[in-house]
């Protein structure tokens, strides 16, 4: 009985060197490489599935793209706001141009002009056609007022916000006043559109999920008399898993080319107008294409959410599967 | 090799096991009969852990399976070669791939993996068919392939619910000869048939089933 007699020793000694991990990852390649050559056996229906992730995908990842750059673009216009500070009436001209020289030593300011109580009257006069009614006053109602062109760095409007109050406490000023609400405006307006963007990323990346899930659970499904047979021989979960997380990887990294792919093609498409729009804006903004980190988070993100729609799939899939 | 003890099963309302008792020591071969629906099915399924008892100890190998976590069954089940009345193969594997399964699953190599498909397929005469797909085969020749899949991890036991039923008489015997060498080499062996005609020409002893009770012999031994 030749089979069952063979003697153990060369046959062992064969069988038994190799170590746990090196089985491991000699297994692990094993079912990459078989994982991929399945994933040639149905390429048109591996196809429509990478295709719907990769658009799930690509729409949020835009949105995310045109945000992070328009917040760039908001930066960039706000180089035109300036603060005005009105000084008290009673504040004598030598005065006021001594808080105009003090102010423009601050470090979060980058230039100051100052405009006499009589220089202002002068251009109101001219700017508002009252002139008139101007000449009838004994004494000019108009203050001083001192122009600031902040600083780059303090741009923003929380800075403002900050500069304000400090200068509303100094002596012999009246009133600051900063074009605030345009500012405040496109500030709402992006967040509201990366909330908008975030909400629908959570939403597609459930989609992503589900859209692997089913997919896997087709298969897993096809597989049944498989699963079955390698259970009665005694498969444990994680060898029957396996196939099946990498098919999710597989989906995961097909799809974030096709998505990648999308991006870039969108980004083309869309540059010529955004560059005319930002020029007219004198701004010499351009759109982007993903950069390779972005690049490499969508990868990143697109192979987690698949592996996760897989595996969730099928642990509850194999459950229902048991050999009666 | 297998021990039963004062096992029952029910399922829902329906009892498909009563108080069985019996013993098939290390190394011998015993036939399990009894009309479909007398037990049998249920018997090989409690030592295959498809199912537990509802009262009652079942052991296997020195091993009480009641111990056994959901975890630990598939290292259970590898100890055991299981032969299927409807053989059970994989029509999309190869001859080859087929038998290769246990091995595949244990984490053999391809090379150690490879020389002990093709000592099992020799062992069952199909060594010429391993590149073929197991739907080319006869009937016979699919039933030696599940053989020699229940055999390739040389287990201590195999089961075979039924391993005859679709085989005409000749081939029938040539299955159980087949059987009867590996039990030769110490191997425990339970078979499953209602085939009583070629069950009374060959000197094992029998465990009769009738409606969930055990009427044969209760003790077996071994030669």
């Known amino acids: ?324 | 090799m297998i021990s039963f003890e004062q096992v029952s099963k029910k399922y829902h309302e329906k009892t498909a096991l009563v108080n069985a008792n019996f013993h098939l020591q290390r190394g011998a071969m015993a036939f399990l009969t009894g009309h479909s629906g007398a037990g049998k099915s249920t018997l090989l399924k409690l030592i295959m852990l498809m199912e537990r008892p509802t009262s009652g100890k079942v052991i296997v190998d020195r091993q009480d399976l009641s111990q056994l976590s959901r975890a630990q069954v598939p290292a259970h089940r590898r100890k055991i070669g299981l032969v299927f009345q409807n053989h059970q193969l994989l029509m999309d594997y190869s001859v080859f791939d087929n038998v290769a399964l246990p091995l595949k699953i244990s984490g053999y190599n391809e090379r150690d993996s490879g020389r002990r498909v093709r000592a099992a397929l020799d062992k069952v005469g199909l060594l010429d068919k391993e590149r073929l797909s197991p739907q080319t085969l006869s009937t016979g020749e699919q039933q030696r392939v599940g053989i020699a899949r229940a055999i390739v991890n040389k287990p201590k036991l195999i089961l075979a619910d039924e391993p005859t039923g679709n085989l005409d008489p000749d081939l029938s015997a040539e299955i159980m000869r087949l059987f009867q060498q590996f039990n030769q080499v110490g191997v425990s062996i339970l078979i499953a048939s209602h085939d009583l005609e070629l069950i009374q020409r060959l000197p094992h002893p029998v465990i009769a089933l009738n409606q969930g009770r055990i009427s044969g012999s209760a003790s077996l031994m071994g030669h």
């Not at chain 1, 298969?219 to 196939?243: C, F, M, N, Q, W």
Request: proline share 4%.
């Open chain 1, 1 to 324: 009985m030749a089979f069952f007699n063979k003697p153990p020793t060369h046959n062992a000694s064969r069988t038994q060197p190799e170590s746990a991990s090196k089985r491991l990852l000699r297994e692990h390649k094993e079912v990459l490489v078989s994982s991929w050559e399945r994933l040639w056996r149905t390429p048109l229906s591996n196809l429509l599935t990478w295709l719907t992730v990769a658009i799930a995908l690509a729409l949020p990842a835009a949105l995310m793209l045109l945000l992070s750059q328009a917040s760039h673009l908001g930066q960039q216009v706000n180089q035109s706001s300036h603060i005005s500070v009105f000084l008290s009436l009673n504040t004598t001209d030598e005065q006021g141009q001594l808080i105009s020289r003090e102010l423009a030593t601050r470090p979060d300011i980058a230039k100051v002009s100052y405009l006499s109580a009589a220089q202002a009257l002068i251009e109101f006069k001219s700017s508002s056609g009252l002139e008139d009614i101007l000449s009838s006053l004994t004494e000019n109602p108009l203050p001083a007022t001192i122009l600031i062109e902040p600083t780059n760095a303090s741009l923003s409007p929380h800075a403002l916000k900050k500069m304000t109050q400090e200068l509303r406490l100094q002596d012999n000023i009246d009133q600051v006043l900063v074009d605030m609400a345009w500012l405040d405006r496109l500030q709402s307006l992006l967040l509201t559109s990366q909330r908008f963007t975030y909400s629908l990323a959570l939403l597609l990346a459930l989609g992503v999920l589900l859209v692997v899930g089913n997919t896997v659970r087709l298969h897993i499904e096809s597989r049944r008399e498989e699963i079955l047979v390698i259970k009665l021989v005694g498969g444990t979960d994680a060898y029957l898993r396996r196939p099946f997380l990498y098919a999710g990887f597989w989906t995961g990294l097909f799809s974030a080319l096709i998505a990648w792919i999308i991006l870039q093609l969108g980004v083309i498409y869309l540059h010529q107008p955004l560059l005319s729009l930002a020029q007219s804006y004198q701004s010499d903004w351009q759109l982007q294409g993903l950069n390779w980190m972005g690049s490499l988070s969508l990868i990143a993100t697109s192979c987690s959410l698949s592996v996760l729609g897989a595996g969730l799939a099928v642990r509850r899939q194999l459950n229902l599967i048991e050999p009666k």
